[in-house]
């Protein structure tokens, strides 16, 4: 089928975290068209119940497709991948490329082979992480751990808010102060907002640590899934689209602006 030129990607995440995986995509695919929708109304979906995600993310990406019509889209949040990949792809007749915890990369580079997966509290209890857990990293201990207030740090950095460290170095305890974390050398970051935190969990960190996620991977995946596709000439510019604007939404302009976002509507 032949893809318009202008057709949008579609990312999609309950908050900023999303950025995270759009960066790494737009540097991939500089000429792609872009809009991206955040769930404000939403925010956030870690804390909330697996009903409440698997009813809510389908609907929303399904006005958003109708509404866009975008050549693919981007669940670039891991709580809502988690919970309800398979539904939106069920319900779209669209590419729809999912974000899952980098736990076969962790594997892979951990040589204690004691590795963390830091995600939101509805990530890291799913089964999803179980399988991919028995899959790639049979032969490793995994710890977990939830942090809602890690979320909202990577919102309040990008609103250019003081930033409180402890919030950091709690997260990173939470890890640490399990039974063999203090061998652990390699760090999950299972939610999109954590890679726009990466230098706050460095500087806290009380043990070396190696930080992976998923961003190249789904823009290298984006890529292929895009390629031979007509695109434009130049780069247009970007589209954030919020299912509730208000002043804490306005205050992300600029950090938007410098992912090419320099257009915002509700939805």
């Known amino acids: 089928m032949k893809v318009a030129s202008s ?4 990312f999609f995440d309950s908050g900023v975290g999303g950025l995270s995986i759009l960066g790494p995509s737009r540097a991939a695919l500089p000429n792609a068209p872009v809009v991206y929708a955040a769930d404000s109304a939403g925010f956030p979906y870690g804390t909330k119940s697996e009903a409440e995600i698997a009813a809510r993310v389908p609907a929303l ?3 958003l497709v109708e509404r866009f019509r975008p050549r693919l889209a981007v669940i670039a949040c891991n709580t809502a991948s988690t919970i309800a990949l398979s539904a939106v792809r069920a319900a779209l007749d669209i590419p729809v490329v999912g974000t899952v915890p980098a736990i076969k990369p962790a594997a892979l580079l951990s040589k204690s082979r004691v590795f963390g997966v830091l995600g939101t509290d509805a990530t890291v209890r799913q089964p999803y992480v179980d399988r991919l857990t028995a899959e790639f990293g049979a032969d490793c201990t995994v710890l977990r751990h939830g942090s809602a207030a890690l979320v909202q740090l990577a919102e309040s950095k990008l609103r250019g808010e003081a930033l409180d460290p402890k919030i950091a170095r709690d997260a990173l305890a939470g890890l640490i102060d399990q039974s063999g974390g203090d061998r652990m050398d390699t760090v999950v970051l299972a939610c999109t907002h954590f890679p726009l935190v990466e230098a706050e969990l460095m500087a806290a960190a009380s043990q070396p640590l190696k930080f992976v996620h998923g961003g190249d991977g789904i823009a290298r995946r984006i890529a292929y899934l895009t390629q ?33 976002l320099t257009q915002m509507e509700a939805l």
Do not use: C, I, M, Y
Request: glycine share 10%; proline share 12%.
């Open 228 to 260: 031979g596709q007509n695109w434009p000439a130049s780069s247009p510019p970007g589209k954030a689209v919020f299912t509730r604007l208000d002043n804490s939404v306005a205050s992300l302009a600029p950090a938007l602006a410098e992912f090419g």
């Open 7 to 10: 057709a949008p990607l579609l």
């Open 61 to 63: 990406l399904g006005r």
